[in-house]
């Protein structure tokens, strides 16, 4: 293409010969083709061990000298005009040094992709945004590496495809940081109809657009006379952009009044058709293209044959077809079952192990179901909701936010719910292991800043252990209360105290003996209204008309003292025997005087050498926070989830209200900064277990703060300790050259 004169951004190829020398100088080569030989692709867990072991092999390897600074020579030229490079070398390097490394797009492309019996193209990785020669070769290897996933292995297999006649270049091109990006098919895709050119188009990076996370704007136009014969604009909530200060790629809601706006201006549409045209015309073939736009200028990244027209019909519908359902995407897991409609509580029973839970929206009764199942759809709700929440824990797959996926979907019909894009898939295997290939463990690293673990769940003990945190930030009572079956104040008032303690006592001492010596900060009782209600004794809870502001947390405990008392007793035992690692925290704190009277309960149980502290969740608690830390704390620990709904005035339960539900508010933020300073001020220990301290450019920001830890979902722990240490080697840095100033 950049023979011919097209946009396409500066870049260059490692070719397949130099994949091939770094196979035969690793001696792998034959351990990679011995590994995946004479084994049954069906089955899954044997196919995912050995690509893993093939991933596994390539990225240990080491990447030969010559090939390396080649590698890094070349991209240290990326972004030097042409017209200089015939300076003096002294003189070169002093342009090389006087200018950043450019961000690139690190893109694979196998041999033997777009045949015409088997397309193989896509099954491979692209990186985006990567910058530093470190960083870039080790995007090399994994790019490498993708080339043994699960998927690509089996898709090989079924098409009788020898592995060993596949090798893999990898393109190296600088990164358009894109307004708008898509693709563009020089044959309707659907049709076959080659009059039309069909153009695809989303806000930020392209990414979203060419695996399916958004709906894009569609443009139609008549290749003769390059009119647009047709425009289906789509409203977009969220894009995919560079974050500079992270270096990561992130999802940013975009603005209200721009949701609904077209994504390209009618002549760039024509000017893209015009483009499109000229590569057809250069490869005697349609195309599949892929574009971005930067300082309203076009460019072409990418371009490949369509050449299974045969099939492509075929294909489009077939992917289409399976996406039966979309909703908000709550927790990064697949899971293939039989639909279970769930009216209500006296339903769960019906919801098998392995079954698909689909209801309109959970609540804690519905936990010993949620344990049974392999994925959870719901109506309503947001990503911080109920059945969010608990799905994350538990590991399982969550689309919620459906709107009427209890109307749309059938008892007993088979589906695989993507929890990592929001989507539902009609039928199982073949899409389960299509997208299977989203989760990948990280190498453990030490940071200063504490990665705790929100857990309270038996059976993701063992899941949160491997993640090796630095303790449990989060353990809620209320998991347990389920196992009872009856409501804490129904103990109470029939004077079975010492029954509701020791049903506490014996749900935690497991956790905080697994976990000792690192601590376990214990929740107590956070209870709505309207939860638990078939629970026996939960009939008799007063009905109100805003439960999640109404008699919960702390001034639930001391209304109905008996309650907390039973908790505080439950884990003055526990500490009696040894459990010194377990604390207390008291949810929905108001006022320092909640404090006060809750360290009165402690007293009376000569408990008063348990650590206490508060979730901040209210303005209020911000606002009092130096009183709250003079009547003695030992720690708080930010609540986001109900902190940004009391902040933002916003119903985190109301899918309705999701595009203005941002823990990043500006005005959370600035409460999270005020309490870090000020419990510094009383040598407070700072930490946050709500769902924002699972959000990457949330964990960066915190460091910056100086907050002391933060508590994540089990399944994001890795990943924020390894943000966690960028953010901490940054401020260092950062400090380090401030100082030598």
């Not at 007993?412 to 929001?422: A, E, Y």
């Amino acid at each position: 293409m950049y023979s011919i004169d097209l946009p396409v951004p500066p870049a260059f190829v490692i070719t397949t010969q130099a994949y091939k020398n770094f196979l035969i100088s690793n001696n792998i080569m034959e351990k990679i083709y011995d590994e995946l030989k004479d084994f049954d692709v069906e089955n899954n867990e044997e196919l995912q061990r050995r690509a893993e072991n093939c991933r596994n092999l390539i990225l240990s390897g080491e990447i030969g000298e010559d090939l390396k600074n080649e590698i890094i020579e070349a991209y240290d030229a990326m972004n030097i005009n042409e017209d200089i490079l015939n300076v003096s070398k002294s003189a070169l390097d002093l342009i090389k040094a006087g200018r950043s490394l450019p961000y690139v797009a690190v893109r694979s492309s196998a041999t033997a992709e777009d045949l015409p019996t088997a397309s193989f193209a896509g099954q491979q990785a692209t990186i985006l945004n990567v910058k530093g020669n470190r960083n870039l070769l080790n995007a090399v290897r994994e790019c490498w590496a993708s080339l043994f996933t699960a998927r690509a292995v089996y898709y090989r297999v079924q098409n009788k495809f020898p592995h060993e006649k596949v090798f893999i270049a990898v393109i190296i091109q600088k990164q358009i940081q894109s307004t708008t990006a898509g693709v563009i098919f020089t044959v309707n895709p659907s049709t076959n109809d080659e009059s039309e050119i069909v153009i695809e188009a989303g806000f930020g990076l392209g990414e979203l657009v060419v695996t399916g996370q958004i709906t894009p704007d569609m443009y139609i136009v008549n290749r003769e006379g390059l009119t647009i014969k047709s425009k289906t604009v789509n409203e977009q909530d969220v894009k995919l952009i560079l974050d500079p200060n992270t270096n990561q790629n992130i999802r940013k809601p975009i603005e209200e009044e721009d949701k609904k706006k077209q994504k390209l201006q009618d002549y760039d549409i024509i000017k893209l058709a015009e483009l499109a045209n000229k590569i057809e015309e250069h490869y005697k073939f349609p195309q599949d293209i892929e574009f971005a736009t930067e300082n309203s200028k076009l460019y072409i990244v990418q371009t490949r044959a369509v050449t299974t027209l045969g099939k492509v019909e075929e294909i489009k519908e077939k992917e289409e077809g399976k996406i039966i359902l979309k909703g908000l995407a709550a927790s990064p897991h697949i899971g293939t079952g039989k639909v279970k409609l769930v009216e209500d509580v006296n339903n769960l029973d019906k919801v098998e192990k392995g079954d698909v839970l689909v209801t309109k929206m959970t609540n804690p009764d519905y936990v010993v179901a949620m344990r049974r199942a392999i994925a959870i759809i719901t109506d309503e709700g947001g990503i911080s909701s109920h059945a969010a929440i608990v799905s994350r824990e538990l590991g399982v797959a969550c689309v919620v936010g459906t709107h009427n996926a209890t109307q749309l979907l059938k008892e007993n019909q088979l589906v695989t719910v993507d929890g990592s894009k929001g989507f539902v898939y009609e039928g199982a295997e073949e899409i389960k292991e299509e997208l299977k290939e989203h989760y990948e463990p990280q190498t453990e690293i030490e940071t200063i800043t504490k990665v705790k673990v929100n857990c309270d769940l038996p059976e993701a003990v063992e899941n949160a252990l491997k993640q090796n945190p630095d303790g449990v930030g989060l353990l809620r009572l209320e998991f347990i209360i389920a196992e009872g079956k009856t409501h804490p104040a129904k103990y109470i008032k029939d004077g079975r105290d010492e029954e509701y303690k020791d049903l506490i006592k014996e749900g935690i001492r497991n956790l905080a003996k697994r976990f000792f010596p690192r601590p376990v900060w214990v929740r107590t009782s956070d209870i709505r209204t309207d939860e638990y209600r078939d629970l026996e004794g939960g009939e008799e809870e007063p009905k109100e008309s805003n439960p999640m502001l109404g008699l919960h947390g702390i001034r639930r405990g001391l209304k109905d003292k008996g309650i907390l008392r039973a908790e505080m007793k439950a884990i003055k035992e526990l500490y009696n025997e040894g459990l010194t690692n377990i604390s207390v925290m008291l949810p929905f704190v108001i006022s320092p005087e909640e404090v006060k009277e809750t360290k009165k309960i402690l007293q009376e149980l000569n408990a008063e050498n348990i650590p206490l502290g508060v979730m901040i969740e209210t303005p209020a608690s911000v606002w009092v926070i130096e009183d709250i830390c003079k009547e003695g704390i030992s720690f708080v620990s930010f609540g986001t989830n109900d902190l940004t709904q009391t902040v933002l005035a916003v119903d985190r339960n109301n899918e309705n209200l999701q595009y203005l539900y941002n823990e990043l508010n500006p005005a959370v933020l600035r409460c999270i900064n005020y309490v870090i300073k000020v419990c510094k001020k009383y040598n407070v220990e700072t930490s946050i277990c709500g769902q924002a301290g699972s959000n990457p450019e949330m964990a960066e920001i915190l460091v910056k703060f100086g907050i002391d830890s933060i508590s994540a979902n089990i399944d994001a722990v890795r990943n924020i300790r390894n943000i966690v240490n960028k953010a901490e080697k940054r401020l260092m840095l950062e400090a380090a050259r401030m100082h030598s100033e």
